[in-house]
């Protein structure tokens, strides 16, 4: 025995004694459900696993490895898609997993607020607004298991964006564990609070690189009573941002989404999902699957019929179908969940989360899909997203028979000519995902120097000692 | 002439060659409307004032002064009501003022956004959105002559908070000069953007502590083609709480604005304009004014009318007023104009801007209203607010005859009690004001440890010379 191994002996006997029984993982096979992702990303064996039961408790183990020097990653739910939450292999790290921390405090249906623990799972959330006859809007794939503390930290976005924002406009207040273990806590259920420097807005999105979230005050909305959805077929994607414009309009504040589907991802769900039929006779090169919702009294068939009719007139749709039935709504938005099946089944390909002006998407499709095909005339473009916030999974699936490694470099340089080609239309290399791990190199590459210099002072203000998630965002102070 | 009128001589005629002509103001007489602001208050005669016309001459005369250890305010509109961008009398301060930055920069309907100069006018912003078919919402009393810049800097709330957010939320792009003049270019105008730290937020809200915005890209909705006004009577405040949760639902998020108005105010309102009249036969303790606003079709008297009949049957109003015409829906909103005219009337008075959870708003009324009479029996409180944000401005008018000094001490010791009331009920001692110079006592009394730290933190890594609106929101390092 070393004495490095005796001294780590020492760290983690501590640390078990500050969390109390199950409250350490040591064992390897223990912790091996710490080291992988939803997208099947293995980080390394950690140090262990803390599992803290209360925010005090979080406190101690921050605490505790801020005095000895212990760098540490805080966990949600895994489903994270830049690789931020895993374990780092060069340096191993303390995993700091919220799950325990998962009682909602409070519900309150006439200030439309909820206060909650990080580790709370985003549909308990969702389940418990819905008892107080309200809504918490946050919608994802995967919100049976993510859970808000990770919400919070990466800004989650999803399907509802285009009417209720992303996280960040969800949060009224937060709890957070500094990296030198003192507590924050801006727990007000306040929906307005103008008294200095809005201190809340550092932790969100920051990927749990400056301080651990443990609890936050969210804010609801009234209670969907009814919903409609519907498919509408449009000649191009100029059509789709005419129709954006009109529907945004002509639906009042009650859109909550409005997604592009070309005709390549409507065949990609019919392939993996057989029981899905194709909902209109005649193929169109792309789609609209909308949905509005009111929590009130309102008629929306007519709102929705109203919509169609003057599309049709001005040319900016061919065809549709309004979902008459919620049986009918599910089967159109099984098209979604079974189109990014049907991508998963092709095997690897390239998964991007680009922004870009709205007004720009028209222009952006064609030229990207123009360049990508020249780059590799056999790739497959599958472009779909969220028009109404102007976030295009422009995603690219390789040409077929290619050998893992000639794969992965096209895929790595066609990634590298679509980002350009963001660039110069002024978007976003990361919409919603964040940067975490894999983004890292290009999102370095575009950040201007007083931006560098404002978010490094802002890590070193809060975490001098880059324990807290190194080397996710920004690099490691030396690197 | 001593050596440091000299030095003063050289640094004027430096900026002025910065500036070029009519852009740095030095006559007593031409600096007089920059110490000046709405609510009457006089700051001291600044060094001089500058006018830059661009981002990139306020970026040279930042630079300058930080170069040369001059401490500089920059100025909006001059509507502020916490004296933030008043002149210093401890140290002349160089007076920043933006309004020759002026230009829209561009407007963009169907990616429902604005790109704009901070020193724009926000009335100009709302008409040029109107223009385009769109809304900009922030909606405030001042809004003939407040700039942009200044309602980003104070994260500017109003009238519309409830269903569009502050001004936080309205914000998606940031041009601002750093303190050390390196401009911080975030002038994206993209919906959703996850790449690093959001730099942005800092500066929203930091009432010019921390930089100088110059510039912003807007976040623009459908423009209303349809808007319905309503008055109605309630019997008490906790009756106001239960409407407004079944007017959030029944007008799902159409609700633009729900105001409530003590019988108190509709009197101060009829006796300072007397060609008003009281809209309802029999008088009631409190009203509601409410607005709905819809940008597509849909029929908002029935959704108000069925609203009306709910709260009848629950008890939760008496009588009401649904405002036929635009003309009567005009008459109902002179009132709440007419309510701050007849405050105004009534000579020095405490002007509040609390914030509480909605549902604890009935209870602290009550409790609120009970302690500060109890304290001066003749006292009349005058508690009106924006009750789907929990924002009370509970204001008291001093008893009549008292002298100046009596007066002020009285008021002051009512304003100790009325905020402690508000921190055991878990509120904001602003809402929305902000803390400029006015609010820095109580503030700095109701901070933790931890707050203060991080906030002197990002003072210090901004501004570590603190030149930049020096002693507001923070005091200055040596105090």
Redesign the interface.
């Known amino acids: 025995m070393t004495s490095n191994d005796a001294l780590l002996d020492t760290r983690l006997e501590d640390l078990a004694g500050l969390l109390g029984k199950g409250g350490l993982l040591t064992a390897a096979e223990d912790m091996e459900r710490y080291r992988v992702d939803w997208p099947g990303y293995r980080g390394a064996l950690p140090l262990a696993v803390a599992r803290p039961a209360t925010t005090q408790q979080v406190a101690d183990v921050v605490g505790y490895c801020h005095r000895h020097d212990i760098p540490l990653v805080p966990q949600g739910g895994h489903s994270g898609l830049v690789g931020g939450a895993l374990p780092d292999a060069e340096t191993p790290e303390l995993v700091l997993s919220l799950e325990r921390l998962a009682t909602i405090r409070d519900v ?6 909820m206060s909650v623990d990080a580790g709370c799972v985003l549909q308990s959330i969702k389940d418990a607004a819905a008892e107080a ?1 309200c809504d918490f809007p946050l919608s994802l794939g995967a919100q049976g298991s993510c859970q808000i503390g990770g919400n919070i930290s ?2 989650a ?1 999803g399907l509802n ?1 285009l ?1 209720y ?2 996280m ?2 969800l949060v009224l207040g937060l709890e957070v564990v ?1 990296p030198d273990g ?5 727990m ?12 809340k ?2 932790f ?3 990927e749990g690189t ?1 301080g651990v979230v443990t609890g936050a005050v969210l804010k609801l ?3 969907a009573q009814t919903t409609r959805s519907a498919l509408l077929a449009c000649p191009d994607v100029d059509a789709v ?2 129709l ?2 009109l529907a ?7 859109l909550t989404a409005f997604e592009l589907v070309p005709r390549t991802c409507l065949e990609l769900a019919l392939e993996a999902a057989p029981d899905l039929r194709d909902p209109l006779e005649t193929p169109s090169p792309v789609y609209v699957l909308m949905e509005v919702a ?5 008629d929306l068939d007519t ?1 929705i019929e ?1 919509l169609f009719e003057q599309g049709l007139e001005a040319g900016l749709l061919s065809d549709g179908v309004l979902a008459g039935s919620d049986a009918q709504a599910e089967s159109l938005w099984r098209i979604r969940e079974a189109m990014l099946e049907g991508q998963r089944n092709r095997g690897e390909h390239l998964r991007t989360d680009v ?6 998407l028209g222009e952006f499709h064609a030229r990207a899909s123009q360049e990508i095909l020249a780059l590799s005339p056999e790739a497959t473009i599958i472009a779909y997203g ?1 028009i ?4 295009l999974h422009f995603n690219i699936l390789p040409p077929p028979g290619l050998e893992t490694e000639a794969r992965t470099t096209l895929l790595h340089e066609l990634e590298e000519r679509l980002f350009e080609i963001v660039t110069e239309f ?10 975490g791990r894999f ?1 890292q190199a290009a ?1 370095l590459e ?6 560098f210099d ?2 490094r ?2 890590k070193y ?2 975490d001098p000692r880059s324990l807290l998630s190194p080397g996710r ?2 690099p490691r102070p030396g690197d």
């Open positions: 309150d249906p006439i200030n439309f607020t006859d990466t800004n976005g964006v009417r924002g992303m960040r406009q500094l003192r507590i924050y806590n801006g007000k259920a306040l929906h307005k609070n103008n008294t200095g420097y809005d201190l807005q550092l969100i999105g920051a400056l909305s009234p209670r941002l005419g954006y414009a945004r309009r002509r639906c009042c504040d009650l009111a929590s009130g009294p309102i709102m109203g922004a870009l002006p709205i007004s720009s969220h109404g916030d102007g976030n002024d978007g976003s290399i990361s919409a919603e995902h964040g940067i983004k999102f575009r950040l201007s120097e007083p931006e404002l978010m002072g802002l203000l809060l965002i920004l």
